[in-house]
């Protein structure tokens, strides 16, 4: 269907339908992307697809939050009537995603997935640290009951807990959590220092992520998943707020030899 044709859809239907501005835009937004075409493929990605509408076009309303859900639901069910039921069977996800707290990044959109396929743990900064229960608490339901094969750390450029980070101003509370991020730089101090200052931050974004990925190979639930022969693979991603790309840091761990130094290993007992 050429985009004549694609116009004159949105048309008729615009006027069948004598829908509101935000639901125009929904429309235009699947008629842009292929929904509307009788020809194109329909599936569940199709209907579930997160759609860029601002709360300023639900009137700043928590009601208008409803309608949506109401009417997302709606959608879904008339698409796919038997979604909803599957879905309270239980889930079966294959990919854990520890990523940042920034309401730019939410990781099912960014990577085209709908429910119940990314198991979500996000904070400031996508830290994962050794004493946060919250954090081990994530990894441990993810790999040792829900059977992740997949563990993606995910960070994004111009994150505001880098920045923080580099920085020797007060921010309060969020600095004792950011603290391991001055660590970091320290680790790797010369590097950073001999980038121009515009590069820095961005580095700084990278080797974040990197160190997270340490942090979580080195735990003894990813160690004794591979000590049983489990497939889990820890991955490095960082996502640009400018482009809407991800870039893969070619940071994969699969096994404990991967780790950056074998004080991180785990040993096993062998029960003769």
């Given at each position: 269907m050429d985009e004549n044709e694609n116009a004159d859809n949105f048309k008729d239907a615009e006027e069948i339908l004598n829908i509101n501005k935000s639901e125009r835009k929904i429309m235009r937004a699947q008629s842009e992307m292929g929904f509307l075409d009788d020809h194109?493929?329909?599936t569940s990605i199709d209907i579930i697809t997160p759609l860029p509408i601002s709360f300023s076009e639900v009137g700043e309303s928590l009601e208008g939050l409803l309608e949506n859900n109401k009417k997302?639901?709606?959608?879904?069910?008339a698409q796919v009537p038997t979604f909803f039921a599957n879905h309270a069977k239980g889930q079966n996800?294959?990919?854990?995603?520890?990523?940042?707290?920034?309401?730019?990044?939410?990781?099912?959109?960014v990577v085209q997935l709908g429910p119940?396929?990314?198991?979500?743990h996000r904070n400031i900064a996508n830290q994962f640290n050794h004493t946060d229960l919250n954090s081990l608490s994530v990894l441990q339901y993810a790999v040792d009951h829900l059977k992740v094969e997949h563990i993606i750390v995910c960070g994004h450029y111009g994150c505001g807990g880098v920045l923080a980070s580099?920085?020797?101003?007060?921010h309060g509370l969020v600095d004792h959590w950011l603290r391991n991020i001055k660590d970091v730089y320290c680790a790797n101090k010369s590097e950073i220092d001999a980038l121009p200052e515009c590069d820095r931050a961005n580095r700084m974004v990278e080797l974040n992520v990197v160190q997270q990925v340490y942090n979580i190979a080195a735990t003894n639930i990813v160690q004794n998943a591979w000590e049983g022969g489990r497939k889990l693979e820890v991955h490095g991603w960082v996502?640009?707020?400018?482009?809407?790309?991800?870039?893969?840091?070619?940071?994969?761990?699969?096994?404990a030899k991967d780790l950056r130094d074998q004080i991180f290993q785990v040993l096993f007992e062998k029960i003769n």
């Open positions: 194109a493929p329909r997302w639901a709606k959608t879904i069910t996800p294959k990919i854990v995603w520890i990523g940042c707290s920034d309401s730019r990044v939410p990781a099912e959109t119940g396929e990314i198991f979500v580099m920085s020797n101003q007060q996502y640009d707020l400018g482009t809407g790309l991800i870039k893969d840091l070619e940071m994969n761990i699969r096994e």
